[in-house]
């Protein structure tokens, strides 16, 4: 944590000079200017830029100065402003080193190891033949749809290929172009009912017809269903995104019983 006290100080002298809002007379003494160098990042061997700032430091607050005591200006909306924008830079500062030092890669990959079965999934490779239909029909229509259906597994059950039915009569015409293939699905990710038949069958078996959502299907699984795991490098931003979210929320926690905070009761509606 050291990195970050370190960093977090230079932030403070950052509200140091903020704060001379609140006064009259904007101070240029040295230890200002050496505050407002850490600010800024310039070292202080840098002859050249460290005269290039001195005088654009004094530069601006002579202006702020000879600005303050215009009588044109609300002060106190001006002093309001600049104190939340303290209390923004303070805490915005506190939090974006305190997550640096705290979320770890090794906190990450521990966080990965811990929940990796959570990344499992399981999938298959999958063709179909598709006849459609649509909540409109009644049984009359929706049996003429089956009868088709029915008739296209008949005709793979006879030795026809699959490929070739599904080119000539499937109704999915994106798949139908490429022998009814759907690639590789992902366990649970299409209609539960799609998903427990092609789950449930063996490499190479062809599906009855069955009804989804989407119309009647045959289907044929034409690779095994095999369980796969997601690489840490695919998930590492999520993960991150997760343990600095909770991070942040137990650290704000903590800090508000710190200062003795208490939520106000709600408002009677």
Known sequence: ????????????CCL????????????????QFQAYLKVKRVSPDDEQRVARYRAEFER??????AIYDDDGLDRELLDAEVAEFRKE?????????YLNESVTEAGIQNYYSENIDQYKSRK???????????PRMDKTERDVVL??????????NAGEAFEEVAKAVSEDAISATKGGDLGWI???AVSATFSDKVFNMQAGEISEPFLTEFGFHVIKV???????????DSLKGDIRYQLRNKTKQAETERLLKEAGYQAPEPADS
């Open 1 to 12: 944590m050291k990195n970050m006290r370190a960093t977090f100080i230079l932030s403070v």
């Open 16 to 31: 140091a000079l903020l704060s001379a809002c609140n006064q009259q007379n904007f101070e240029t003494d040295d230890s």
């Open 60 to 65: 601006r607050a002579a202006l702020a100065n």
């Open 89 to 97: 830079l303070l805490i915005s500062r506190y939090f974006e080193q």
């Open 124 to 134: 298959a490779k999958v063709s179909h033949i598709l006849f459609r239909t649509n």
């Open 147 to 156: 009868t088709k259906a029915t008739e296209a597994y008949s005709r793979v």
């Open 186 to 188: 992902n366990e649970g």
């Open 222 to 232: 034409t690779e095994p269903a095999q369980e796969v795991t997601r690489s840490l």
